[in-house]
């Protein structure tokens, strides 16, 4: 593990050091990445069972389920066998509670019931019913009469027994001046799913919000629309994940493996355009990312939540194959002039954009990035941001293992900023310092000095109450320890 000293002269930065938490789990059974990217019945019990085997209930039920995904192809969740086998271990959940997007009024719940009798949700004195029309179909409760940034515990009950809680905390109002907190990774990969130092530590930081930008919880599972099911389902029976997400709200965006598989993109070779809907379609169900306004076909969205503007990229679906190094061809035409739209239309005074893979050049000179695909629409997005006069941009990504911060100057003077804690999953990949990069501020690769997986997050920390509205960046361990600090206020970002 090795890191770079800050070489920014704009702001203030400093490593900070806080006590690791006073206890963690050990893991019991290590997996590889290799071996979770192959899938088998094998490797995923081991990944389910990694930190400790989940409630026996859960473990058998996620074994019979997994039995039916792979035996057919055409099976989905609300499959007879899948039903079937949640009322056998008495689950009446086979999903969920999932939080996402938060507003200052409220926040949207994201269930898959096994049952259609009725479920509720209680927050304070007020009772929100949850009904679904069919088993194992996914269903969504959006709440929207709460007060802004305070802090709600709720309860879902079925026939009077609470068979799930959590708690979140409204977003502030956008015209209040307050502070507001977000984490952000990518990579987590199967094997960081299960993870509960992570997902503790997350939680214990009481962030509003988390940004995933990719690598999550599929694996490299092509158009075998089965299996990615099976893959959430191995992700909803995880403890480790049923923790984070019913207490801190979650967006999500995708990249290579989540999607198709290791660098593949818009149609890959020997497949068609009715494959790459359905994996969108089956990504769509099963996360909780907020409403678009108008139709689109990939997976991009944008939400204003407090003192910040979340725009998430899809870097990955819209790409065109045939038009590489070529204008457009890595976010898609529609895509760009929706960015562009964005930006300008928003009153954010922050505005954190994610890639699925890097913006910078940096490392592993742009792999299968915006410096082998579409330089110059990149330069475009860059020029439109400080021609419109767009402020408080903030640009995060993943997909290249490690964490790493960089700037990016600009001809104006100013730089862009770009963290990329792709650290979720603790999978090694490229050295974590780039060899000769005066543009580096930090860097990790896979490992920590003794050999151990290097498991960290991001998080960002805005503050509005200052005469000069701030964000400070952190990288933070599994542990809770934080690795690495740096201010910034608005004025010094594009």
Known sequence: MKRRDFLVTAGSCCVATSA???????RRIRVSLRQAHQGTLKTDMSLLDSYGPPPDALRRFYLASREVFEGNGNAGFSDPSIIEAAARYQLPLMGGPMLGDLTDRGVTIWFRPATTSPLRVKIDEHAYPVVAKHPGQAVRLMIDNLNANSAYTFHVERKGEVIADGQ???APAESSVDSF???FGSCCHKIGIHNVNLFNTVVSRQPHAMMLLGDLAVDDRNDQINMHRADYQLRDVSTAWRHLVSNVTVYAAWDDHDYFDNDLSGVPRGFKEDDREQVRAVWQENWNNPPTDEPQSGIYFNRRVGPVEIIMLDTRSCRDRSQRNRPHSFLGEDQLNWLKKTLVESTAPFKV???GTMWSDYVSRAKDSWGTWDKSTREVIFDWIELQD???VLLVSGDRHGARGFRIPRPSGKSFYEFEPATLGGASGPAGLVEGCAEQLFGYDGHDDS????????????????????????????????LEELALDVNELP
Request: net charge negative; hydrophobic share 45%.
């Open 390 to 392: 767009v402020s408080g």
């Open 168 to 170: 979140f905390r409204t």
């Open 20 to 26: 690791a938490n006073a206890s963690h789990v050990d």
């Open 451 to 482: 050999g151990n997986d290097f498991v960290a997050f991001g998080e960002f920390t805005f503050d509005t109450q200052l005469k000069v509205p701030s964000v400070t960046f952190r990288l933070i361990s599994q542990f809770g320890e934080v």
């Open 353 to 355: 954009i994610s890639s």
């Open 181 to 183: 907190r977000i984490a």
